[in-house]
């Protein structure tokens, strides 16, 4: 082993370590604020081609939330939440990332603790994710995917204390009496988070 490529193993161990558990996070999606919903999925679904793959009130009396995508096994690539109030302000809404385990996601929450980074635990019955904004406000999602679908959107608090059993259990108590709750692999939807 020469001096170089003893310098990038010794970086990439410190690099493990800093990690603490190995987990990569996949990119999944962004969420837009938008003021021209006709401007936008005109855009979006007329030139680009991507489908709406669901819509609605992000909660009771809410701003709507429009759900896109050109990927079957992403439920949304994209989302667009109207009432952007100037189009000079900034129009991110949040970036996410999805993680493969439960055990990454209470890893990304004693990151967020340890740094006192306050994060919403929101469950939209097919992920359950953590809510929070990076230093400068930006909002991020970081969530894994449950094992069902249900029709979107939907969002409970649900409670990250809860062990991975718990949790579970919890999801499918809560979300199994909404429209289109289902099994991933049974679902016949175009958009599904597989
Ligand atoms: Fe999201």
């Known amino acids: 082993m020469n001096v170089r490529e003893f310098l990038i193993v010794l970086s990439l161990n410190q690099t493990k370590r800093s990690i603490g558990v190995f987990m990569k996070l996949d990119w999944s999606h962004t ?11 005109d855009f979006y679904t007329g030139t680009l081609g991507f489908k709406v793959s669901d819509s609605g009130p992000i909660y009771k009396d809410g701003p709507e939330i429009i759900f896109i ?13 109207l009432g952007r109030e100037d189009i000079n302000s900034t129009s991110l809404n949040h970036i996410s990332f999805r993680a493969d385990t439960y055990d990454e996601l209470q890893e990304i929450k004693d990151r ?14 097919n992920a359950l994710s953590f809510y ?56 016949t939807k175009e958009f599904v988070n597989r």
């Open 31 to 41: 969420v837009l604020n938008i003021k021209d919903k006709n401007k936008i999925l």
């Open 69 to 81: 995508s050109w990927n079957p096994d992403e439920h949304h690539q994209l989302a667009f939440v």
């Open 112 to 125: 967020l603790d340890s740094v006192n980074c306050d994060y919403l635990p929101l469950c939209h019955g």
């Open 132 to 187: 929070f904004n990076d230093p400068e406000n930006n909002g991020m999602e970081i969530f894994i995917d449950t094992p069902w679908d249900v029709e979107q959107p939907q969002g409970e608090v649900w409670d990250p204390g809860l062990d991975e059993k718990s949790a579970l259990e919890w999801v499918e108590n809560t979300f199994k009496d909404r429209p289109g709750f289902v099994l991933k692999e049974k679902s």
